[in-house]
């Protein structure tokens, strides 16, 4: 039972754009920067977003991200077959004892 | 260029001890906001992160599993290693280790290194 919230899976047509949500809660995205890493099969995984919106040299502007209270969500326009992937959200949570990193449970991307 | 490579056993017995290192280029442990950090991911499943260490020497802790594990860093073998005890079937996993830069996340990741518990 992972601290953040993804859906399981989404799907969506070439060429099309796709949202994936990550809910939270005050203590971790409502109070802390998310990333979002996309994991191709059988690869390790890969950052796309951090700090919320911002991407890393090389990420093209296909993906997005953005934050809300105690929820994000990475858009992906323009979809394409190797998008194909897992992707999950990542914060710190300060929550229990000390800060610790928390993933949502992966959303499970297929480009029909 | 930025790589981080995992290293360690790939099997071990329950109640064992694992020990994983990873080995990095590119950049030094010894820069302010710098930190090294180990996540697993069991076959099929999400993303668990465990533990983190800072050019500073904090460490951080996933708190389900701080009583089990140990994370150092050698910064002239440009190395940190993770020690998890107590290893169990459940721990079977894939054991990445990644480069953290203050609230920029986890970037690049190594490989990963899959670690198999059984008897």
């Known amino acids: 039972q992972s601290v953040l919230t993804q859906p399981p899976s989404v799907s969506a047509a070439p060429g099309q754009k796709v949202t994936i949500s990550c809910s939270g809660s005050s203590s971790n995205i409502g109070n802390n920067y998310v990333s979002w890493y996309q994991q191709l099969p059988g690869t390790a995984p890969k950052l796309l977003i951090y700090?919320?919106?911002k991407r890393p040299s090389g990420i093209p502007d296909r993906f997005s991200g953005s934050k809300s209270g105690t929820s994000a969500t990475l858009g992906i326009t323009g979809l394409q077959t190797g998008d194909e992937a897992d992707y999950y959200c990542g914060t710190w949570d300060s929550s229990l004892s000390a800060p610790h990193v928390v993933f949502g449970g992966g959303t499970k991307l297929t480009v029909l | 260029q930025i790589t981080l490579k995992e290293s360690g056993p790939t099997l071990v017995k329950p109640t064992q001890t694992l020990t994983l290192t990873c080995t990095f280029s590119?950049?030094?442990?010894?820069?302010?906001?710098?930190?090294v950090g180990w996540i697993r991911q069991p076959p099929g499943k999400a993303l668990e992160w465990l533990a983190l260490i800072y050019w500073d020497d904090d460490k951080r802790y996933s708190p389900s599993l701080k009583s089990r594990l140990t994370i150092t860093k050698d910064t002239s073998k440009n190395q940190v290693v993770l020690t998890m005890t107590n290893m169990d079937p459940v721990d079977t996993a894939t054991y990445y280790c990644?480069?953290?830069?203050?609230?920029?996340?986890?970037?690049?990741w190594g490989q990963g290194t899959l670690v198999t518990v059984s008897s």
């Open positions: 590119g950049f030094s442990l010894s820069t302010s906001g710098v930190g």
């Open positions: 990644a480069r953290a830069v203050e609230t920029m996340g986890f970037d690049p």
């Open positions: 700090e919320n919106n």
